[in-house]
């Protein structure tokens, strides 16, 4: 769909009357972004039913550029029906977030992309991925430290380093990416809650965060009944549990269970597209 008329469909819904001899700045601010779970598992994927099925957690954000966050194992199944990745951001290097480095090469060559695709990282993941990977023209590698924006058309990206592996080759990012007035933060591993991932969330739209464990404790990740109610807390428009993990309940359940410690949470599910 042409740019705009996407941006007009979104003016209208809203309400808002401006004339389309406005368009330019005014359409840019107000064009919705697209946010697509192409999978809300834990490593492996989590075993299930229905949306208690879930491939390891992975991200598309478009707006008038596609951004894909993490390019996991199960990327095959769940690039098949994408036409357009424009860039990749990576959290880390663990292989949930980078394994699937190799199809993305298959979608890359099978879709004729013009040019690499630009892939913004820390400089410890294109260490891992360099040695891990010996094919790699499909990827322009663009070390970002934390801090630094980036752009992909429309979009503007920066990092923040947050606690999750123990071992120092594997430093972790939570994404923000903005466009326009609307804003995201990727946080899909993380260990544990920080006033600097705080900072970094205030005022976004959406938080997609860790709900990996449930109930349950692991080094690396959030147990999401003790945390949720301090990310409630934070000043964010609402919160979207992703990494979700065998030891959540099913998905209708959880859903429940999320509301009530929560209000402005949900779990997600794999396909659950949601515009912003
Ligand atoms: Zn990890």
């Known amino acids: 769909m042409r740019p705009g008329v996407r941006s007009s469909v979104a003016i209208r819904d809203r ?3 401006f004339p389309r001899t406005l368009a330019g700045v005014r359409i840019a601010i107000l064009e919705s972004v697209r946010l697509l779970f192409l999978g809300t598992g834990a490593s492996g994927g989590t075993s299930g039913h229905g949306h208690s099925r879930r491939l390891e957690s992975s991200m598309l954000i478009s707006n008038r550029a596609t951004l894909l966050i993490d390019v996991t194992r199960d990327f095959a199944v769940q690039g098949e029906r994408l036409s357009r990745i424009d860039a ?3 959290t880390h290097a663990h292989r949930d977030a980078i394994g699937g480095l190799p199809a993305l090469r298959r979608w890359w060559l099978a879709n004729r992309a013009p040019e690499p695709i630009d892939v913004f990282l ?7 991925i ?3 990977y010996q094919r790699l023209e499909h990827c322009r590698l663009r070390i970002t430290a934390p801090g630094d924006l980036r752009r992909v058309g429309p979009l503007a990206l920066s990092a923040l380093t947050v606690p999750h592996a123990q071992d120092p080759r594997f430093p972790t990012y939570a994404w923000r990416v903005s466009a326009g007035e609307r804003s ?21 739209t959406v ?3 860790d709900g990996a ?5 692991l080094f690396s990740h959030l147990t999401i009944d003790e945390a949720l109610p301090t990310a409630c807390t934070w000043p964010v428009g609402s919160i979207l549990l992703t990494q979700i993990g065998r030891s959540a309940p099913p998905h209708a359940q959880l859903q429940r269970e ?4 929560c209000a402005k949470a949900h779990a997600a599910h794999d396909r659950l597209a949601v515009k912003i």
């Open 258 to 261: 999320v509301g009530a410690l």
């Open 88 to 90: 990749v951001a990576l």
């Open 122 to 128: 820390s400089e410890a993941t294109a260490n891992i």
């Open 207 to 209: 938080l997609v965060l």
């Open 130 to 132: 360099r040695t891990r």
């Open 15 to 17: 309400g808002f009357g």
């Open 213 to 217: 464990m449930w109930h349950r404790r």
């Open 184 to 204: 995201i933060v990727y946080a899909s591993d993380v260990a544990h809650l920080t006033p600097e991932l705080e900072r970094f969330c205030a005022g976004v």
